[in-house]
């Protein structure tokens, strides 16, 4: 489907429901396409063994994240 972008302005509810039923829609500026709207699939993400990743999963002394964030907070109040 095609929407102008004062279909956007004034037909977003609309246009909003037609993305629901899983339909696409380019919006024209102009009478050029400069955006689409599409339905939001929801992926579900890849959820690591250790609760800390990137370059914090091989460190240590943050093995048990809560008690280690504790102690950094000790000497703040």
Do not use: Q
């Not at 500026?29 to 400069?34: D, N």
């Not at 999963?57 to 008690?67: I, T």
């Amino acid at each position: 489907m095609k929407a102008t972008a004062k279909d956007l302005r004034f037909h977003s509810k609309e246009l909003i429901e037609t993305v629901n039923r899983g339909e696409e829609v380019v919006i024209t500026f102009r009478g050029k396409p400069c955006a689409k709207l599409v339905p939001f699939e929801n992926e579900k993400r890849k959820i690591s063994k250790s609760p800390l990743f990137g370059m914090w999963k091989d460190h240590d002394p943050s093995s048990n994240v809560d008690e280690y964030v504790r102690n950094l907070r000790k000497g703040r109040s």
